[in-house]
């Protein structure tokens, strides 16, 4: 028996889908400021990489989701992806406005270097730079700065959303 997945549920899954290729896009122009621009990343900006990283994976099983708990269960994992994002960037920004605080080699960059995924791909996970090193701002904000809109919008994007369920008429 082929079910017919209800029109909103199907919206919802599109939305979720973009939600994964937005996030991969932020992630490819991560990789183009650090191999194009040669800004090295830090350890908080390795940090923001797995919150993008995470919120793609979780924006993939809401897209493959076939049920209304499957697209909730993505939407709070993703939702605290985001959250996680935003505690990084903010806290990086913190940093580059404090010259005396330090993230770069010390316990953070000791952590984010000795995860699996570092040593798997060390191109995309590995501290190659201080938190201190401020780049030329875009637009008159910082790329930490720009982080954070991004994780912000994504959360808000998550958490204000109310889908519509299709009404059923069985």
Known sequence: MNAQIDPALRRE???????????????GGALYFQY???EDPCPLCIL??????????FGLVGAASRSWAGIQFARVLAALSAI???????YLIYVQVNPLVSCG??????????LPTSRMLPQLFQVQGMCQTVYPPILGLTLPMWSLAAFVVIFLSLALRRPRRGISLR
């Open 13 to 27: 899954r599109r939305l979720y889908l973009l939600l994964t290729v937005v996030s991969l896009a932020l992630l």
């Open 36 to 38: 194009v621009l040669h």
């Open 48 to 57: 923001a990489r797995y919150a993008l990283v995470l919120i793609a994976i």
């Open 84 to 90: 996680g994002g935003m505690a990084a960037s903010g």
């Open 105 to 114: 080699y010390d316990v953070v960059e000791a952590f984010v270097d000795a």
